[in-house]
């Protein structure tokens, strides 16, 4: 199967809104929302498509983050949405889709990449653990649906040499 990557620009974040609004269900508020909140096109980010035939059939977006205090100095990534298309799952698209976030933030000089997962995404962790990333039990609150939600951190240090 041929997979072409692709950054993410306004009509391509239009075609995927288009192509997984009518599906994608597991979101609380709509998904269009949901995109535009979490697919990042500002400076600081790196936003990447899969496309199989011109069809958007995975994604990931990573923006640079500030630690807390008292190191919010430092900055690393965070990437804050990662999907893939049911139908082409378990193929290696969102290992490659991580890994060019890995590269963006290693040019951007970024010393760690982290995201966060919930725990119902049983196929994701065991991903993000494979793909060498550190795991850590985590509850977090999440305000727009008003509940916690039990799931992991994730991080993986950039290595020095990918620098």
Same mark, same amino acid.
């Given at each position: 199967?041929?997979? +072409?990557y ?8 239009k075609?995927i809104?288009?192509?997984y609004?009518?599906r994608?269900?597991?979101y609380s508020q ?5 995109? !535009?909140?979490h +697919? ?5 980010? @790196?936003?990447i498509?899969? /496309?199989?035939?011109? !069809?958007?059939?995975g994604?990931?977006?990573? %923006?640079?983050?500030?630690l807390?205090a008292? /190191? ?6 965070y990437?804050?949405? /990662?999907?893939?298309?049911e139908q %082409?799952?378990r ?5 490659? *889709?991580v890994?060019q976030a890995?590269a963006?933030?290693?040019?951007q000089?970024l010393?760690q ?6 725990d119902n !995404? ?8 494979? *793909?060498? %990333?550190? /795991? @850590?039990p985590a ?5 727009w @649906?008003k509940?916690?939600?039990d799931?992991f %951190?994730?991080v993986k240090?950039?290595s020095?040499?990918?620098?």
């Amino acid at each position: 199967m041929n997979i +072409v990557y692709q950054n993410i620009d306004e009509q391509m974040r239009k075609k995927i809104i288009a192509e997984y609004g009518n599906r994608e269900r597991r979101y609380s508020q709509d998904f269009e929302t949901t995109i !535009k909140q979490h +697919v990042h096109l500002e400076q600081g980010s @790196c936003s990447i498509v899969a /496309l199989h035939e011109g !069809k958007p059939v995975g994604f990931v977006s990573a %923006y640079t983050k500030a630690l807390a205090a008292p /190191l919010t100095h430092v900055q690393d990534a965070y990437i804050d949405i /990662l999907e893939v298309d049911e139908q %082409y799952r378990r193929q290696g698209i969102a290992a490659a *889709l991580v890994a060019q976030a890995e590269a963006w933030a290693a040019q951007q000089g970024l010393a760690q990449i982290r995201s966060w997962s919930s725990d119902n !995404k049983t196929m994701a962790i065991h991903m993000w653990h494979a *793909l060498g %990333y550190g /795991l @850590c039990p985590a509850k977090i609150w999440v305000e727009w @649906c008003k509940k916690a939600v039990d799931g992991f %951190y994730v991080v993986k240090k950039i290595s020095s040499s990918a620098k």
